[in-house]
């Protein structure tokens, strides 16, 4: 603003600044005030450790906008809504306080040039962006977006902001021109004869009008959606630092593993995560169940649990009144139970929340009410029963060797440089074990040192835990960590990503054998094994395929490359599906949903729809996995589709023990 302009404004003009901030300010306060107050009732959770993997967050999600350009449309413009915020808010300060206190010795933002031209770029910018915004939204709206009044009156305020900026930018440059103002000074070709009384009249007019809308801006934004603008740098600085895979939580009481299904049985992380979501639908847009056809939105249940929240802890004396059940009013245990723990929807979130965790907790919840169906439960009392989702004696999980001309090791009895977890799919499911003896035949070939457990391993626990029973996951859990205390080992090398992600993240294998262990998939230890020239290629294949991503090597732990360096390796022509990598679409036997009996009608299984996605590539007729899950599920799937003529499964290990046979 003019300096000049300053000193004719009126005492009560400072009056009302002065007003308008408090109350501006009062409501603002009152809310945060509010929900740090319900944030204290939940339960604790440790996110405040390892500050710097959390400034590093800070700097690549918040500062860098990483996750916003998942979707190219769109990501450019929010870069700009992001940092233009940032900006504005910055300046705005800056100018509330030089405009409060005008007695303070300093310039406003805007009559320092560099700003000022900085101010204008920026403005042209977001104004741009917004057109892209409402361009989108109204014309080419993607599936599953939201259209808000919260939104329609934030891009309005956000406009408001940007054109009187630049209109007062237009009046300032028809009294005195600068060579750091050019928008300004292409504005006041419009306001050309205009008259210097009348430029500071406009000038002041809109100062005030923007002043107004930054005020009530402030007071709206944390009672709206769009609360997500400040909560969401504090989300991304939470993040689970160890692995988003990872479900412990840390510093949480023991109660917490019983489940939640009210706000203030979660911890206040799952909590403050409701607050943070912007309801862009991302998380909608890819996930395998929702796009199926079945009732689970991610998107809803985040907002379902914020409903609850505003319903349960923002309208009513906290202590004083007994708070309703989320799971069968909000949230419907069918929705609960139709996840895959893929994670697809916590990739492409832009905001950083983690819905898997909030969904696992909810089914903890059920899990100690009985409320599992009658074949998730004999599958557990399997477990309990026999350490494996089988049924089957601890003697037959080694059967699988009995096809083998050679003798495996006992890792128990004797020393091994690689002690191979197999998994239970691996050893027990009839259509994965010739593929199990195929990665022996691998190893042997390369002459590595490897053992098993024999009737001491039990599953993983995996699958278990994301069901929601934490109890018996940590009963496997143990007699694993037993098991694997009393044999020799170097490295633990295992066929299943879900087992993979346990043991690796999970398991905290270090402190539980006092030694660093490493966990390796076996694509990783192959590519090894071919890096190093311990496995000689005879034949490359010199076919055209396709590769799928398994959800818990490579989202989950990113695991991209080992698999396709393999491919290449024995000469395969790798023809990748649209959606691969960290985009892969899930198989859908993931949390537990393999052994769930599913009567729902639906459009289109996850399974199927990747089926038909490599279907559609050309000259494509080999399906090429690396999860024993997956042959199940995709030779099912290949089926049902009918393409049985068309398109094959095939493991990784059969591939590569054909080139070297």
Known sequence: MDPVELKILSIPGYFYLWLLTIISLTFFVTRTYKIINILKKAKPENRLDNYSKRTYNFIRYV???????????IGLPHFFFFWGFVFYATTFWWNLIRGLVPVIPIPYADEVGIVGLILEISGVLVLISIIIAVIRRTFFPPPHLQKSRDAVIILSLITIL?????IAQGAKGTIEQSSLSPAGTVIATFFAGMPISGAHNLYSAMWWIHIIAVLFFLAYIPYSKHLH???????????????PANLTIKGGTEEITQGSSKWDEFTWKQVFQTLTCAECGRCDRVCPALNSGYKLSPRSILHEMKMHLYEEAFTKEIDKIEVKSLIGGYISHEELWQCTTCMACMERCPVL???????????????????????????LQKLTRYGNSFGQS??????????????IKDARKEEVEYLWFTGDYSAFDQRVQNLTRSTAKIFQASG?????????????????????????FEVLKDKNIAALGKAKFKIIVTTDPHTYNTLKNEYNLDEALGAHIEVLHYTELIDELILNRKIEIKNKLNINATYHDPCY?????GIFDPPRRILKAIGVNLIEMPRNKQNSYCCGAGGGKIWMEDKTKVMERPAENRINEAVALKNVKTFIVACPKDIA?????????????????????????????
């Open 63 to 73: 500062l860098g906008q990483k996750k916003l350009f998942g979707e190219r449309s």
């Open 162 to 166: 940007m054109v009187t900026l630049l």
């Open 229 to 243: 603008l400040l909560t969401s740098p504090v989300n991304a600085f939470l993040l689970n630092d160890d692995s």
């Open 353 to 379: 929340n983690e819905h898997v965790t909030a969904i696992v907790q909810m089914r903890r919840y059920l899990v100690s009410q009985g409320d599992v169906e009658a074949t998730v439960q004999d599958m």
């Open 394 to 407: 601890d003697r037959n999980r080694a059967k699988w060797t009995n096809g083998l001309d050679f003798k």
């Open 448 to 472: 590595l040192d490897f053992g098993i457990l024999y009737e001491a391993e039990k599953n993983s626990g995996n699958d278990v835990r994301r069901i929601g029973e934490e109890g018996l």
């Open 553 to 557: 090597l490579g989202r989950y732990n």
């Open 633 to 661: 599920m995709f030779q099912d799937a290949i089926k049902t589709v009918g393409c049985e003529e068309s398109m094959t499964v095939k493991d990784i290990s059969e591939l590569v023990l054909e080139v070297i046979g």
